[in-house]
Protein backbone atom coordinates (compact mmCIF):
# COMPACT_ATOMS: atom_id res chain seq x y z
CA UNK A 1 0.00 0.00 0.00
CA UNK A 2 1.51 3.58 -0.98
CA UNK A 3 2.49 5.74 1.78
CA UNK A 4 3.32 9.31 1.58
CA UNK A 5 5.33 11.25 4.38
CA UNK A 6 5.94 14.79 4.44
CA UNK A 7 8.56 16.68 6.17
CA UNK A 8 8.71 19.39 8.13
CA UNK A 9 5.40 19.05 10.18
CA UNK A 10 5.29 22.65 10.79
CA UNK A 11 7.60 25.28 9.29
CA UNK A 12 7.85 28.89 10.00
CA UNK A 13 10.47 31.26 8.87
CA UNK A 14 10.48 35.40 8.22
CA UNK A 15 9.28 36.75 4.71
CA UNK A 16 11.91 36.46 2.02
CA UNK A 17 13.30 33.59 3.06
CA UNK A 18 13.94 30.31 0.10
CA UNK A 19 12.45 27.31 1.58
CA UNK A 20 12.02 23.36 0.57
CA UNK A 21 9.55 21.18 1.60
CA UNK A 22 9.75 16.87 1.09
CA UNK A 23 7.64 14.42 0.72
CA UNK A 24 8.38 11.12 0.34
CA UNK A 25 6.51 8.15 -0.78
CA UNK A 26 6.85 4.00 -0.47
CA UNK A 27 6.20 3.06 -3.92
CA UNK A 28 7.30 4.46 -7.41
CA UNK A 29 5.14 3.25 -9.55
CA UNK A 30 3.33 6.12 -10.33
CA UNK A 31 1.47 8.41 -12.80
CA UNK A 32 2.07 11.28 -11.61
CA UNK A 33 2.61 13.50 -8.45
CA UNK A 34 0.43 16.89 -7.39
CA UNK A 35 1.32 19.71 -4.51
CA UNK A 36 -1.32 21.41 -3.45
CA UNK A 37 -2.17 23.92 -0.92
CA UNK A 38 -5.17 24.00 1.68
CA UNK A 39 -6.08 27.33 3.10
CA UNK A 40 -8.23 27.11 6.27
CA UNK A 41 -11.56 26.22 6.06
CA UNK A 42 -10.90 26.02 1.98
CA UNK A 43 -10.74 23.29 -0.11
CA UNK A 44 -7.65 21.98 -2.21
CA UNK A 45 -5.52 24.29 -4.88
CA UNK A 46 -3.58 22.55 -7.00
CA UNK A 47 0.01 24.40 -7.53
CA UNK A 48 1.90 21.82 -9.73
CA UNK A 49 1.39 18.61 -10.95
CA UNK A 50 4.26 16.45 -12.25
CA UNK A 51 4.20 13.61 -14.74
CA UNK A 52 6.01 10.12 -13.50
CA UNK A 53 8.27 10.88 -16.93
CA UNK A 54 8.78 14.35 -15.73
CA UNK A 55 11.62 15.67 -13.30
CA UNK A 56 10.59 19.04 -12.41
CA UNK A 57 7.77 21.81 -13.08
CA UNK A 58 7.82 25.61 -12.39
CA UNK A 59 5.13 27.64 -11.90
CA UNK A 60 6.13 31.53 -10.37
CA UNK A 61 8.07 31.31 -7.66
CA UNK A 62 7.22 27.73 -7.16
CA UNK A 63 9.61 24.68 -8.36
CA UNK A 64 8.55 21.36 -7.88
CA UNK A 65 11.13 17.89 -8.78
CA UNK A 66 10.71 14.28 -8.70
CA UNK A 67 12.95 11.55 -8.28
CA UNK A 68 10.97 8.56 -8.65
CA UNK A 69 13.35 5.97 -8.61
CA UNK A 70 14.41 7.29 -4.75
CA UNK A 71 10.70 8.05 -4.26
CA UNK A 72 11.12 11.63 -3.23
CA UNK A 73 9.91 14.87 -4.30
CA UNK A 74 10.59 18.88 -3.07
CA UNK A 75 8.74 21.47 -3.40
CA UNK A 76 10.66 24.65 -3.29
CA UNK A 77 9.26 28.07 -2.96
CA UNK A 78 11.19 31.26 -3.35
CA UNK A 79 11.35 34.69 -1.74
CA UNK A 80 8.18 33.39 0.46
CA UNK A 81 6.08 36.37 1.05
CA UNK A 82 3.25 36.10 4.27
CA UNK A 83 0.29 34.95 1.48
CA UNK A 84 2.27 31.89 0.89
CA UNK A 85 1.17 30.97 4.63
CA UNK A 86 -0.73 27.42 4.04
CA UNK A 87 -0.69 23.93 4.51
CA UNK A 88 0.91 22.14 1.54
CA UNK A 89 -0.20 18.77 0.74
CA UNK A 90 1.68 16.12 -1.32
CA UNK A 91 -0.32 12.99 -3.27
CA UNK A 92 0.91 10.28 -5.39
CA UNK A 93 -1.72 8.65 -8.62
CA UNK A 94 -0.08 4.90 -7.75
CA UNK A 95 -0.36 2.54 -10.76
CA UNK A 96 -1.19 -0.46 -8.74
CA UNK A 97 -3.52 -1.09 -5.85
CA UNK A 98 -6.86 -0.68 -4.49
CA UNK A 99 -7.95 2.75 -5.02
CA UNK A 100 -5.78 3.81 -8.57
CA UNK A 101 -7.77 6.11 -9.46
CA UNK A 102 -7.09 7.76 -6.42
CA UNK A 103 -4.63 9.96 -5.10
CA UNK A 104 -2.59 9.19 -1.41
CA UNK A 105 -1.96 11.92 0.08
CA UNK A 106 0.49 13.15 2.81
CA UNK A 107 -0.41 14.67 6.13
CA UNK A 108 1.05 17.90 5.12
CA UNK A 109 3.60 20.57 6.11
CA UNK A 110 1.72 23.73 7.64
CA UNK A 111 3.56 26.63 6.59
CA UNK A 112 3.82 30.66 8.65
CA UNK A 113 6.01 32.65 6.86
CA UNK A 114 6.60 35.81 9.40
CA UNK A 115 6.37 39.31 7.98
CA UNK B 1 -20.12 27.70 -11.93
CA UNK B 2 -16.40 28.72 -12.46
CA UNK B 3 -15.41 25.88 -9.33
CA UNK B 4 -17.06 22.82 -8.00
CA UNK B 5 -19.79 23.57 -5.32
CA UNK B 6 -20.62 22.06 -2.64
CA UNK B 7 -23.35 22.11 0.26
CA UNK B 8 -23.97 22.24 2.94
CA UNK B 9 -21.27 23.89 4.08
CA UNK B 10 -21.60 22.33 7.53
CA UNK B 11 -23.97 19.74 8.60
CA UNK B 12 -24.46 18.28 12.39
CA UNK B 13 -26.16 15.37 12.70
CA UNK B 14 -27.02 12.81 15.49
CA UNK B 15 -25.74 9.83 15.61
CA UNK B 16 -27.87 7.47 14.25
CA UNK B 17 -29.34 9.95 11.48
CA UNK B 18 -29.08 9.67 7.38
CA UNK B 19 -27.12 12.54 5.90
CA UNK B 20 -26.26 13.64 2.04
CA UNK B 21 -23.81 16.03 1.10
CA UNK B 22 -23.77 17.37 -2.61
CA UNK B 23 -21.37 17.82 -5.33
CA UNK B 24 -21.79 20.45 -8.27
CA UNK B 25 -18.57 19.89 -10.43
CA UNK B 26 -17.25 21.97 -12.77
CA UNK B 27 -19.32 22.21 -15.91
CA UNK B 28 -18.26 19.73 -18.67
CA UNK B 29 -15.94 17.76 -15.92
CA UNK B 30 -16.23 13.95 -16.33
CA UNK B 31 -14.37 13.03 -13.83
CA UNK B 32 -15.59 13.46 -10.25
CA UNK B 33 -14.20 12.43 -6.77
CA UNK B 34 -15.15 12.21 -2.93
CA UNK B 35 -12.30 12.38 -0.69
CA UNK B 36 -12.27 12.42 3.50
CA UNK B 37 -10.23 14.65 5.53
CA UNK B 38 -9.97 14.11 9.37
CA UNK B 39 -8.43 17.28 11.52
CA UNK B 40 -4.70 16.79 10.96
CA UNK B 41 -4.96 14.75 8.28
CA UNK B 42 -4.30 14.55 4.24
CA UNK B 43 -7.73 13.35 2.28
CA UNK B 44 -7.87 10.43 1.83
CA UNK B 45 -9.75 8.67 -1.43
CA UNK B 46 -13.28 7.49 -1.19
CA UNK B 47 -14.74 6.91 -4.45
CA UNK B 48 -14.20 7.63 -8.55
CA UNK B 49 -16.64 8.56 -11.16
CA UNK B 50 -16.26 8.65 -14.86
CA UNK B 51 -19.45 10.09 -16.33
CA UNK B 52 -22.25 8.47 -14.62
CA UNK B 53 -20.53 5.18 -13.80
CA UNK B 54 -18.90 4.51 -10.64
CA UNK B 55 -15.59 2.78 -11.35
CA UNK B 56 -13.81 2.70 -8.01
CA UNK B 57 -15.43 3.07 -4.51
CA UNK B 58 -12.64 1.02 -3.17
CA UNK B 59 -12.27 3.58 -0.44
CA UNK B 60 -15.50 3.70 0.95
CA UNK B 61 -15.06 2.74 5.01
CA UNK B 62 -18.36 1.23 4.75
CA UNK B 63 -21.99 -0.04 3.16
CA UNK B 64 -23.34 2.70 5.29
CA UNK B 65 -21.55 5.29 2.82
CA UNK B 66 -23.03 5.30 -0.84
CA UNK B 67 -22.40 8.13 -4.06
CA UNK B 68 -24.38 8.57 -6.83
CA UNK B 69 -23.91 10.40 -10.07
CA UNK B 70 -27.37 9.47 -11.94
CA UNK B 71 -26.95 12.14 -14.37
CA UNK B 72 -22.81 12.45 -14.97
CA UNK B 73 -22.60 15.85 -13.40
CA UNK B 74 -24.25 16.62 -9.89
CA UNK B 75 -23.11 14.11 -7.28
CA UNK B 76 -24.41 12.80 -3.73
CA UNK B 77 -22.58 11.55 -1.01
CA UNK B 78 -25.05 9.52 1.54
CA UNK B 79 -24.07 8.37 5.13
CA UNK B 80 -26.57 6.28 6.90
CA UNK B 81 -26.78 5.50 10.52
CA UNK B 82 -23.98 8.53 11.18
CA UNK B 83 -21.36 7.54 13.83
CA UNK B 84 -19.08 9.94 15.76
CA UNK B 85 -16.15 8.47 13.48
CA UNK B 86 -17.26 9.69 10.52
CA UNK B 87 -17.24 13.48 11.90
CA UNK B 88 -14.86 14.88 9.32
CA UNK B 89 -14.76 17.40 5.92
CA UNK B 90 -15.88 15.54 2.58
CA UNK B 91 -14.27 17.09 -0.04
CA UNK B 92 -15.56 16.65 -4.17
CA UNK B 93 -13.24 17.30 -6.98
CA UNK B 94 -13.40 16.90 -10.81
CA UNK B 95 -11.37 16.70 -13.55
CA UNK B 96 -11.72 17.48 -17.31
CA UNK B 97 -11.16 13.96 -18.57
CA UNK B 98 -9.80 11.00 -16.52
CA UNK B 99 -8.24 10.41 -13.27
CA UNK B 100 -4.48 11.48 -14.18
CA UNK B 101 -5.02 15.46 -14.85
CA UNK B 102 -4.96 18.27 -12.55
CA UNK B 103 -7.96 18.02 -9.87
CA UNK B 104 -10.19 20.94 -9.19
CA UNK B 105 -11.61 20.97 -5.59
CA UNK B 106 -14.56 22.25 -3.70
CA UNK B 107 -14.37 23.15 -0.21
CA UNK B 108 -15.98 20.75 1.30
CA UNK B 109 -18.80 20.01 3.54
CA UNK B 110 -17.37 19.93 7.47
CA UNK B 111 -19.69 16.96 9.10
CA UNK B 112 -19.62 17.06 12.95
CA UNK B 113 -21.62 13.81 14.02
CA UNK B 114 -22.68 14.27 18.13
Known amino acids: KQEVTQIPAALSVPEGENLVLNCSFT??????LQWFRQDPGKGLTSLLLIQSSQREQTSGRLNASLDKSSGRSTLYIAASQPGDSATYLCAVLSVSGGGADGLTFGKGTHLIIQP | GAGVSQSPRYKVAKRGQDVALRCDPISGHVSLFWYQQALGQGPEFLTYFQNEAQLDKSGLPSDRFFAERPEGSVSTLKIQRTQQEDSAVYLC????????????FGSGTQLSVL
Open chain 1, 27 to 32: DSAIYN
Open chain 2, 93 to 104: ASSLRQSREKLF
